[in-house]
């Protein structure tokens, strides 16, 4: 199994601010299949990335991932208030597909 | 709009089953993968199981292997879980989401709660 480790854990920062998580995998994903979820108190994660840096409807541009083989990040450029939330990623290359275990960006 | 309606969760002790169901609409549902992914209290996310279009390929995570069954009703646009030997570490909100990778989760979920 693949076993996906986020980091930071937590990460306190204020609006506008630039938000860097990563995600870093234990062994290759193939084909750089790693996607990002957003999740918010009471809702269902939402898929803001696949295929790493591919972003799906409606998510806006400040919102980017990058990376390729192990070490992947998801970067909000300019955070606003709507940004702060729990962040997970998921790597879909192999079965079982793993997720990690999430970072909170919180306001600062 | 996609749309995803979970029921059937419920308070169930150790040993236990339920069946799991998920409504889905605005969108070709025959033509897709599905997946349950669950989320214990508190926790993280976890897959859990997925099925192909026509149901015969289906895919679980070791943890849940004779135990859970995924199914697909196609006429009905509705997807199924039936969990049996509920251990109390299943205990989570399982949400269906469409896609068999990438999980396209719209729903609230249904929270499966094993306790005696």
């Known amino acids: 199994e693949i076993v996906l480790t986020q980091s930071p854990g937590t990460l306190s920062l204020s609006p506008g601010e630039r938000a860097t998580l990563s995600c870093r995998a234990s062994q290759s994903v193939s084909n750089n299949y790693i996607a990002w979820y957003q999740q918010k108190p009471g809702q269902a994660p939402r898929v803001l990335i696949y295929g790493a840096s591919s972003r799906t409807t409606d998510i806006p541009d400040r919102i980017s991932g990058s990376g390729s083989g192990t070490d992947f990040t998801l970067t909000i450029s300019r955070l606003e208030p709507d940004d702060f939330a729990v962040y997970y990623c998921?790597?879909?290359?192999?079965?079982?597909?793993?997720f990690g275990q999430g970072t909170k960006v919180e306001i600062k | 709009e996609v749309q995803m309606v979970e029921s059937g969760g419920g308070l169930v002790q150790p040993g236990g089953s339920l069946r799991l169901s998920c409504a889905a609409s605005?969108?070709?549902?025959?033509?897709?993968?599905m997946s349950w992914v669950r989320q214990a209290p508190g926790k993280g996310l976890e897959w859990v199981a997925n099925?192909?279009?026509?149901?015969?390929?289906?895919y679980y995570v070791d943890s849940v292997k004779g135990r859970f069954t995924i199914s697909r009703d196609n006429a009905k646009n509705s997807l199924y879980l039936q969990v049996n030997s509920l251990r109390v570490e299943d205990t989570a909100v399982y949400y269906c989401?469409?896609?068999?990778?990438?999980?396209?989760?719209r729903g609230q979920g249904t929270l499966v709660t094993v306790s005696s």
């Open positions: 998921q790597q879909y290359g192999r079965s079982p597909h793993t």
């Open positions: 099925i192909n279009q026509d149901g015969s390929e289906r």
């Open positions: 605005g969108f070709t549902f025959s033509a897709y993968w």
């Open positions: 989401a469409e896609g068999g990778g990438v999980f396209n989760m």
